[in-house]
């Protein structure tokens, strides 16, 4: 902290008066319409931005090198990746998971941010994502839609962009088709075989002798009731 010889703060942080009977408020930097995110930090708006009292609103004097000192030393106002949701309010952010529990829910903290502007992407589907791993692209499930975006300078996560939604429906139904086919290979081989053997069985044998092999479900004849005395 650095006060002047009359016990006025010159610092961000410092109380605006050190003497008992001042004013005890904090000295802050408010900073408003930051474009640092265009790529050119620091902007006019912080370097320009003025050292005040929270409290009091007096203005610390910009010739003091401590306040100037302050402000070169920020770089960026927020997240450069961040930017498309200023520019567009059709930008959502939605949260995904590259892997799942048996039940579908994400894994306890291993959800991620992602961009988009498909309105039509909800909870529950599969989308394409860049990633640093295989050929560039993988598949996650979305967790959450609409997530609300964090600006503040700490957020230092680099955001990318949902690549598409990944339609399972077409492969769904080529699965169901080849299941559906197979299953009728499986019955025409089953018959075409049980038919061969049957043939093979009864191929050295009469009409007669053929006939002594059929079996039958006879029911068996019902006893008539018995008539007591």
């Known amino acids: 902290m650095t006060y002047t010889a009359d016990g006025f703060g010159t610092q961000q942080g410092d109380f605006c008066t050190n003497t008992l009977d001042g004013c005890q408020g904090e000295l802050i930097i408010s900073i408003e319409n930051c474009i640092c995110f265009l790529g050119h930090p620091p902007c006019s708006a912080c370097t320009d931005a003025q050292l005040h009292c929270d409290r ?117 139904e080529l699965v169901s088709q080849e299941a559906a086919a197979i299953n009728k290979i499986q019955a025409a081989e089953k018959n075409k075989l049980k038919k061969e053997l049957r043939d093979k069985l009864l191929a050295n044998l009469n009409e007669d002798e053929a006939k002594t092999l059929l079996i039958t479900n006879t029911p068996a004849p019902t006893p008539s009731p018995s008539v007591s005395s």
């Open 56 to 172: 009091c609103g007096r203005e610390v004097d910009p010739d003091f090198p401590q306040t100037l000192n302050t402000l070169s030393k920020r770089t960026t106002g927020m997240n450069n990746s961040l930017a498309c949701f200023l520019l567009s309010d059709q930008c959502r952010m939605i949260r995904a998971a590259y892997e799942v529990n048996p039940d579908g829910s994400a894994l306890e903290n291993k959800t991620y941010g992602f961009k988009t502007f498909d309105q039509t992407i909800k909870v529950g589907d599969l989308v394409v994502v860049p990633t640093d791993t295989r050929v560039g692209f993988t598949v996650c499930k979305v967790i959450d839609v609409d997530v609300d975006v964090d600006f503040s300078p700490a957020n230092n996560i680099t955001y990318k962009w949902v690549v598409s939604k990944f339609e399972k429906s077409q492969y769904d």
